[in-house]
């Protein structure tokens, strides 16, 4: 597996990530065979949050044994100093662990950002976590460009979590300031919904831990679509939460011998052609006018 150093925090990851939400609603076993599974296949990175169900409990017992071999990230949707420190606590509890390798706000919205930044929002909580060493490095997650944008011009932060998603990029531009703003200052620039094909309507059933629909029965979509997103000028991409999502990542990647080559223009046109077709995008607008 191809690792990638991500940003200023110095992190050398592997281009491919696992999301913790893959272990929600498992067994205890089935959590510690995916873990491993994973981390045999080159997988070094892994995201989870309290959203995620009980992906918590299930990930901590499955990472202890590779706890010193990987990077571990975080997030808590807690917009408040003393909420978003509680939630810290709790995760740290559950996941096993002294740590996070990286600690991040959830899906900031827009009418988040001044109260995360304010007196007695969660930032403090993240600079006061990462003085005590309970995390290494700080950054958040949003679904909006000009979010993204606010919070890196306000605050030195060492990584960001957004969609890029070959869609969404292709047809709406979601992901090029918030990447551009994020490259300028060198942050950790983590994807996800790389897999993604479009949002989930009331037809689509049998990946219950997606929220959208992953591009799961269309094998050379899947491979222009993560090959695009990591040609974007990002470090890792996420997997989608499913554990066939996750193994049709990790066989993309395997083809290549861990390192997908960026599109060709035949290719690329392709994907446009492709994501013309898509009438409702995962998201739908990069910055809302």
């Not at 076993?29 to 918590?56: H, L, M």
């Not at 995360?116 to 006061?128: C, I, K, Q, R, T």
């Not at 009438?279 to 607008?285: G, L």
Request: charged share 25%; glycine share 6%.
């Amino acid at each position: 597996m191809e690792e990638r150093i991500l940003g200023k925090t110095g992190l050398r990851v592997s281009a491919f990530a696992f999301g913790g939400i893959v272990v929600r609603n498992t067994t205890a076993d089935e959590a510690k065979n995916a873990v491993a599974e994973a981390v045999e296949r080159g997988i070094s990175y892994f995201d989870v949050a309290p959203s995620y169900g009980d992906a918590q409990q299930m990930l901590g017992p499955a990472l202890e044994p590779w706890r010193a071999k990987i990077y571990l990230a975080c997030k808590t949707e807690k917009r408040t100093k003393k909420e978003a420190l509680e939630a810290l606590h709790n995760s740290l509890k559950l996941l096993r662990t002294d740590y996070f390798d990286v600690y991040q706000m959830h899906g900031v919205d827009p009418a988040d950002v001044d109260t995360v930044l304010g007196p007695g929002g969660a930032l403090e909580a993240f600079v006061e976590a990462k003085k005590q060493g309970l995390v290494r490095n700080i950054g958040f997650s949003t679904h909006f460009d000009e979010v993204a944008v606010r919070l890196i011009n306000a605050f030195d932060f060492d990584t960001l979590l957004f969609p890029v998603n070959w869609a969404c990029r292709l047809k709406n531009g979601l992901s090029t300031a918030a990447l551009e703003a994020a490259a300028r200052k060198n942050m950790g620039r983590i994807a996800i919904k790389a897999l993604a094909e479009r949002a989930k309507e009331p037809r689509d059933d049998g990946y219950p831990k997606c929220w959208y629909r992953p591009i799961f029965d269309d094998p050379a979509l899947a491979e222009l679509a993560l090959r695009f997103t990591l040609s974007q000028d990002v470090h890792t991409a996420v997997s989608p939460g499913d554990l066939r999502m996750l193994r049709l990542g990790l066989s993309v990647m395997e083809k290549y011998q861990g390192s997908p080559p960026p599109l060709s223009a035949e290719e690329l046109a392709e994907l446009r052609r492709r994501a013309g077709e898509v009438e409702h995008t995962v998201f739908q607008a990069a910055i809302p006018k």
